[in-house]
């Protein structure tokens, strides 16, 4: 009796220590948070298939989903330089120019002559058509994507920040209107006081900021 009576001790102890996991908050481990993070990154780059505003361009990776039609469907499909893509049944389809509506519309109906009510969806799941550049006395210079309303201190911040030796007073960004180089002045310590705002322009594909 005293013997059974310790176990049940013991285990009325054990019982007490250990800490019950709510039911409601179930364990997220390091490599399944890491995997819906990314998974959320990707989310948010890529651009809705009911997005009229963006224009597809050359190089850009689409997803092409066609309801209930895998054989048709591609994921991960390139823009070609000459700014077509490769479809099954309707071969070379023009995809540059065209927001990712449009050119569900146009795969609509060439689906149509082999199948009943197409449902198509078209949505870009990498932009590499619209890239600004960064270089100079900053810490990463390179190529960055473009992203909606980007500003040259956006761009700026996407570089890592700058060097020691930055002249951060003489930033300009270059660009190319009408086959021309125009320079556009960017006085960091300015702008960063909330002075010359309009210097802060919103970049354009194929800008480079200059940090002297």
């Given at each position: 009796?005293?013997?059974?009576?310790?176990?049940?001790?013991?285990?009325?102890?054990?019982?007490i220590?250990?800490?019950?996991?709510?039911?409601?908050?179930?364990?997220?481990?390091?490599?399944?948070?890491?995997?819906?993070?990314?998974?959320?990154?990707?989310?948010?780059?890529?651009?809705?298939?009911?997005d009229?505003?963006?224009?597809?361009?050359?190089?850009?990776?689409?997803?092409?989903?066609?309801?209930?039609?895998p054989?048709?469907?591609?994921?991960?499909?390139?823009?070609?330089?000459?700014?077509?893509?490769?479809?099954?049944?309707?071969?070379?389809?023009?995809?540059?120019?065209?927001?990712?509506?449009?050119?569900?519309?146009?795969?609509?109906?060439?689906?149509?002559?082999?199948?009943?009510?197409?449902?198509?969806?078209?949505?870009?799941?990498?932009?590499?058509?619209?890239?600004?550049?960064?270089?100079?006395?900053?810490?990463?210079?390179?190529?960055?994507?473009?992203?909606?309303?980007?500003?040259?201190?956006?761009?700026?911040?996407?570089?890592?920040?700058?060097t020691?030796?930055?002249?951060?007073?003489?930033?300009?960004?270059?660009?190319?209107?009408?086959?021309?180089?125009?320079?556009?002045?960017?006085?960091?310590?300015?702008?960063?006081?909330?002075?010359?705002?309009?210097?802060?322009?919103?970049?354009r594909?194929?800008?480079?900021?200059?940090?002297?």
């Open positions: 009796m005293r013997q059974t009576a310790y176990i049940l001790l013991g285990l009325s102890l054990a019982a220590s250990t800490p019950a996991q709510d039911p409601k908050k179930p364990e997220v481990r390091e490599g399944t948070a890491n995997k819906i993070a990314g998974t959320s990154a990707q989310t948010a780059d890529a651009i809705a298939a009911n009229t505003s963006y224009k597809i361009g050359a190089q850009d990776v689409l997803r092409i989903d066609v309801w209930k039609e054989e048709v469907s591609r994921a991960g499909l390139p823009v070609r330089p000459d700014g077509k893509i490769s479809l099954p049944l309707l071969n070379d389809v023009q995809a540059a120019g065209l927001s990712p509506l449009q050119l569900s519309n146009i795969i609509t109906e060439g689906l149509k002559k082999f199948m009943n009510n197409p449902q198509v969806t078209v949505s870009v799941m990498d932009i590499n058509s619209r890239r600004v550049y960064v270089t100079g006395e900053v810490t990463r210079p390179g190529v960055f994507p473009l992203l909606p309303n980007m500003t040259v201190l956006q761009a700026l911040t996407s570089s890592g920040g700058f020691q030796f930055a002249r951060i007073k003489g930033i300009y960004v270059l660009r190319n209107e009408g086959g021309k180089q125009v320079k556009y002045p960017f006085n960091y310590k300015e702008v960063i006081k909330g002075n010359h705002s309009e210097e802060n322009i919103e970049l594909s194929g800008d480079t900021v200059v940090v002297p």
